[in-house]
């Protein structure tokens, strides 16, 4: 201690134990801490004792840095807190010192505004360590009370960013992204250095949404600052959704009557899905991805409807509307695209009697194998349905026995032949080496 205080040993024992940890405190280096430490272990200062004298010097240092009387060439308040902080926790009653750092505040110039803002911070985190509930509400009043009186008129708002960032609690603190946002200074807080736990993204997104729900430039921007694709790509998707609203507000016919403004909406739709699946797909987010590309598909297949003269309406189609949406349309991809962009799950079988038995298309059906197995089940379904009609058509059991020759199932394929009286085709089965042994196998059993 003598060493340390440049004293001889006999005066640093004359001295009071009060006094000579306020000279310790006063020797700032990388020692400071550990001696003081010890020496209040050492001595058995109470916090009584010890909270005042970390309150005088911590006042002291802050004012010394923002006046330009510090050691420190360049003084950066964040870095600076954090020392002062663990100077503050040498006493053991943490609660104590917030509370003599808040009565210090009265004794700070007026127009020391740096400094009060560092001891309020500097409380605030003495007061959260503890959970003191009171010492919070005191520094969140004397915060406002700070910013409205005297920083705001001041036009002090790096200190408002400053005081937002440091006590960090963004819920209680909304009214100063108003003030920010009124006062054109909102873009600062998105700097990347401000926010490195990234709770600050999340409290300016959720102010955009709560106060600024229409602003959607400010909240893109925000989330690109922060590289926040996912919520990027459900701006980017809330509004294509609500570019199909708008079509949907009016009727169908209405809309076909102006098609250049119809197809407009629906490109500006289709622009706002893909940003959205890319935006989804940079963070991972593949489900969300999958139903923007859906969405583009559907919409890209509705103006190539509408392109070739069609009023074929595929867009803003209620649950009930799909089935006789699916099966009026002459394509199977367009079908798939429909029931994949609706997330619906049609019946596949009176699909393709209606498609390929009723009107025989064989085009669908190979559009259909291309896509999706063609499994014993399905056969078995469609010829069932054959089978309910009382008198089926000829055409329809000329497909129907077309339709059975791309079944793989042989067994299946037998039955089903037999069932309908294509004895043919039963007889064939029967005599071909590949098929009959098989077959008469599973006949035998």
Known sequence: LPQDLSCSFAEVSAREPREVL????????????????AFITCQGLPPATVAPLL??????????????KGQKQAWNP???SQELLQLAKLCQDHTLVGMKLLDKISSVPRGELSCITELLILAHSLFSLTCHMEGITRVLQAARLLTEEH??????????????????RYNEMTYIFELLHQKHYFEVLMRKKLDPSGTLKAALLDYTKRCRPGDSEKHNMIALCFSMCREIGQNHEAAACTQLKLIECRPWEESLQD???????LLKAVTLFIDAAESYSKDSCVRQALRCRRQTRLITLQLHFLGSGQSTRII???????????????????AAIVAEAYEFLPDWAEVLFQQVITRGDFVYLEEFRQQRPLRPGLFEEVAKKVKQQQAPADAALRNLKRFLTHCEDIYTYYRLAYDHKFYDVVNSLLKDPQTGCCLNDLLSN
């Open 316 to 334: 803003n189609l209620g649950r009930q509307e799909l089935p006789g949406a699916i099966l009026a349309l002459p394509r199977f991809y367009q």
């Open 22 to 37: 306020g000279a310790l405190l006063a020797r700032r280096g990388p020692e400071r801490g550990r001696r003081a430490q």
């Open 259 to 265: 098609v250049p403004n119809l197809k407009k909406l």
């Open 151 to 168: 920083l705001a008129p001041r036009e002090e708002y790096g200190l408002v960013v400053r005081l937002l960032t440091g006590i960090g």
């Open 78 to 80: 964040a870095v600076e």
């Open 55 to 68: 309150a005088q010097q911590i006042t002291h240092e802050l004012l010394a840095s923002a006046q330009g």
